[in-house]
């Protein structure tokens, strides 16, 4: 038995592991942030894919039977390949998750107009994930993306609330609603994002539904585990949480205890 792990390039699957632990406050949480070579945003597919599965067979190493990928580029430029080509191999009794199709599937059902806004890093934008699950869930629901790349400094960096940082995160939402006036409903396709959802929502019209997916892929982790007895069985359940860094520890537990809202204790991990 071992722990659920939560893998992020950086900080921003903390925001997905505050809501796993709020719905499943039971289990034991593994959570790994590869703060070294963050952001993934910008990387090619292979690199992603490269340090994604360097991180998963960590997680496995250190007893984990579930990882999920906290990390939408992770999400959209790995997560099937590890699930269709290595899994079987390295590991056939162990599951890997992501964080897109949660958030996908039912976002069909949140908007109105069926005009989505995705708000992303360049990676998941250009993957098109977003784009291709909408479509098997919601086919009648059009959607606009809009790549973010200064988001993820800016928060990261703590900037995103001074003036200048305030402006790109305001133009950027702005170029995406002039793509198309009808949208209703705002996806945050960046596990930093949640961060920015009070001012996002701020500068928004007031009909316009700004959603995270913390609390999208906990309802969705929560059935997962009823429907897996196989995979639930082997989650270790002391209400614990520990966490690595491929960082410097000091930094990663002062930066991360922002987006966790409480004391973090790191210790560091060599990922290759």
């Known amino acids: 038995m071992g722990p659920i792990g939560v893998f992020d390039s950086g900080y921003g699957g903390l925001t997905i592991l505050a809501e796993l632990r709020e719905k499943l406050p039971d289990y034991d949480y593994l959570y790994l942030g590869d703060n070294a070579r963050a952001p993934y945003g910008t990387r090619s597919f292979d690199v992603v894919y490269e340090f994604t599965l360097q991180a998963v067979q960590e997680l ?6 579930l990882v999920i990928l906290a990390c939408n580029t992770a999400s959209a430029k790995a997560l099937r390949t590890i699930q269709q080509k290595d899994l ?9 998750l992501g964080v897109i199709r949660p958030s996908t599937e039912i976002i069909g059902s949140i908007t109105k107009s069926k005009h989505i806004g995705v708000l992303a890093t ?7 994930s977003y784009v ?3 479509a098997k869930f919601s086919p009648e629901s059009n959607v606009v993306q809009q790549a973010c790349p200064m988001w993820v400094p800016l928060i990261e960096n703590n900037e995103h609330e001074t003036e200048a940082g305030r402006e790109f995160i305001r133009k950027d939402i702005e170029e995406l609603l ?31 539904n700004v959603v995270g997916q913390g609390g999208i892929v906990a309802d969705s982790l929560a059935s997962y585990l009823n429907r897996h007895p196989e995979i639930e069985s082997n989650c270790l359940k002391n209400g614990t949480v520990s966490y690595l860094t491929s960082e410097n520890t000091e930094e990663f537990d002062r930066n991360a205890s922002v987006f966790a809202k409480g004391e973090v ?7 290759h």
């Open 60 to 65: 496995f190493d250190r007893g984990c039977h």
């Open 88 to 96: 079987p191999i390295i590991a056939p009794g162990k599951r890997v």
């Open 122 to 128: 360049q990676g998941t934008v250009a993957s098109n």
């Open 132 to 134: 291709i699950e909408i």
């Open 178 to 208: 002039h793509k198309d006036d009808q949208i209703d409903t705002l996806v945050l396709g960046c596990t930093h994002y949640p961060v920015l959802k009070s001012f996002i929502e701020s500068i928004v019209p007031s009909h316009v």
């Open 265 to 271: 204790k790191s210790s560091h991990v060599s990922l």
